[in-house]
């Protein structure tokens, strides 16, 4: 049988507020258990949540940044169910009203094919607490640091047929987040979880099969490998005349598995219902629209900017863009270099090879962007070549000092010196008399073949400091004598 995947994302994005949602506690990562927490996160009865409005601004951010409507009136519901981590008994969440939706994404796959994925809604919610599980006496410890830390839930249509689809749509959204500045993207943190509902259809079937949930999947690694498990999980069970159980199920990276977690909740049972203490959220078109206008570039845009102002090609502008700290990078050693080709190749090669060596970020790259516009601009100036720069930049990375200090240092600057360069070439005919013979004997296709060895010898002789653009000529009118 042909089956046809058929995929919808929940993403939990982490909004960079610095308070929470429902109060003045600071969402800061990694606190001592306990102490960002105000009576409302701690689910005291009669604390009153009091809305952040910069969480506000930011699901706005988001909604215009998928060309979604913007719910000029969104309502707080409470979510209820129990859990440790949620004293209060219930989560406030959106329901029947959301801050975002309908939107849509246009996602560009690797092979370049553009693929539009609509997005559902995205709501406002508060984020629940954390159970310890510590070795101390065997006991289970709660920790409500997290507890009403904002959250920005964006759903997705059923639009998703694949993997690397639903990669490319989650780097997508992490690339836009992060892009606005309303989360700081960090999946190891949990600042981005995802949830994949995934089901399988025979091909040419209208209607969607039963569908599975895996839960708080956090890696793009992990959603793709998870993919991979759920479908062949599904379709065994199916090739079998089996039916598929609607579920929430886990991923266990480890064992490469997913695994029933519970049976799945229906919206009834949660008893969705307006929240008494949150009136709800009414926006006038001026607010809406000053938050347009001053949206900042958005990584689409940035690409298209960078193809037309750098003469990048597609890829390179795409690559470069896809994120931010990236994008800042490379811009900022295009404008020192002065030559953007260079920059974006050297970002691309030299500068993401150590990175990735190291597993670096490139905000945590020891040659910055500038200092690598400089020793960029010393091949621009003839004063190195291209080959002697890899070494200088090897040097920069181990805080040697910039690109002129260690060419100063290590001797380095190409000899540009034509008189210097002629007595160099003369030396190496002198010294290959046969190859110099057959060189002259040659027709010139065989010639220019055979150049590159008497090259390779000047450059020998000259440890790399020769000025091949200068070398060429010189050799050519020299043998040709
Ligand atoms: P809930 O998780 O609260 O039940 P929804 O029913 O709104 O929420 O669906 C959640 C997600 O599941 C959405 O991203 C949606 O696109 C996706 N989805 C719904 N039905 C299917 C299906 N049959 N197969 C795959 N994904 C689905
Ligand atoms: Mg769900």
Not at 11 to 19: G, N
Not at 40 to 49: E, I, K, T
Not at 148 to 169: F, G, N, Q, W
Not at 291 to 311: G, M, W
């Amino acid at each position: 049988m042909n089956w046809e995947v058929v995929i919808g994302l929940e993403i939990h994005a982490q909004l960079a507020t610095k308070s929470k949602l429902f109060s003045g506690a600071a969402t800061s990562f990694g606190a001592e258990p306990n102490t960002n927490t105000t009576l409302v996160d701690l689910g005291m009865p009669g604390a009153l949540p009091v809305f952040n409005k910069e969480a506000l601004r930011m699901a706005v951010m988001f909604g215009h940044a998928v060309d979604a409507e913007i719910g000029m009136t969104s309502v707080f519901a409470r979510k209820n169910y129990f859990y440790p981590d949620l004293p209060k008994g219930y989560q406030t969440s959106q329901m029947d009203h959301p801050i975002v939706g309908p939107g849509h994404l246009d996602v560009t796959l690797e092979d370049g094919t553009v693929t539009r994925v609509g997005i559902t809604r995205a709501h406002l919610e508060e984020d629940a607490g954390k159970s310890l599980h510590e070795d101390f006496h065997g006991m289970t410890g709660i920790d409500l640091n997290r507890s009403s830390t904002p959250l920005l839930e964006i759903v997705s249509e059923p639009d998703i047929r694949s993997a690397k689809e639903a990669v490319a749509y989650v780097k997508m959204i992490h690339s836009i987040v992060t892009y606005l500045g309303i989360c700081d993207g960090n999946m190891a943190e949990g600042s981005m979880r995802c949830d994949v509902n995934l089901s399988l259809r025979p091909k040419g079937q209208e209607e969607f099969g039963t569908r599975t949930e895996i839960k708080n999947v956090n890696s793009f690694r992990f959603i793709e490998k998870a993919i991979y498990c759920e479908i062949e999980r599904q379709m065994d069970i199916l090739e079998d005349g089996g039916k598929i159980v609607q579920e929430t199920r886990l991923y266990d990276p480890d064992k490469d598995e997913t695994r029933s977690m519970r049976s799945k909740e229906d919206a009834n049972d949660y008893r969705y219902f307006p929240c008494p203490d949150l009136l709800p959220i009414v926006l006038d078109d001026e607010y809406v629209e000053e938050i347009r206008a001053n949206l900042p570039e958005l990584p689409t845009q940035k690409a298209k900017r960078f193809e037309a102002e750098y003469a990048l090609s597609e890829y390179d502008a795409g690559v470069l863009s896809s994120s931010r700290a990236m994008a800042d990078y490379f811009e900022d050693a295009a404008k020192t270099a002065k030559n953007s080709k260079l920059a974006a190749n050297w970002v691309m090669g030299e500068v993401s090879k150590f990175l990735n060596q190291e597993n670096l970020d490139i905000t945590e790259s020891p040659v910055s962007a500038q200092a690598l516009g400089q020793l960029l601009s010393r091949i621009e100036d003839n004063t190195i070549n291209g080959k002697t720069a890899k070494d200088v930049f090897q040097s920069m990375w181990q805080g040697e000092g910039s690109a002129d200090e260690i060419i100063e240092k290590k001797g380095l600057k190409q000899v540009t010196d034509t008189g210097a360069i002629e007595t160099l070439i003369q030396s190496v005919i002198d010294a290959n008399p046969a190859q110099v013979e057959q060189f002259k004997a040659s027709e010139p296709d065989k010639q220019k073949k055979m150049i590159g060895f008497f090259m390779g010898q000047v450059m020998k002789a000259s440890q790399g400091k020769a000025n091949p653009g200068l070398v060429t000529p010189i050799l050519n009118k020299l043998l040709n004598n």
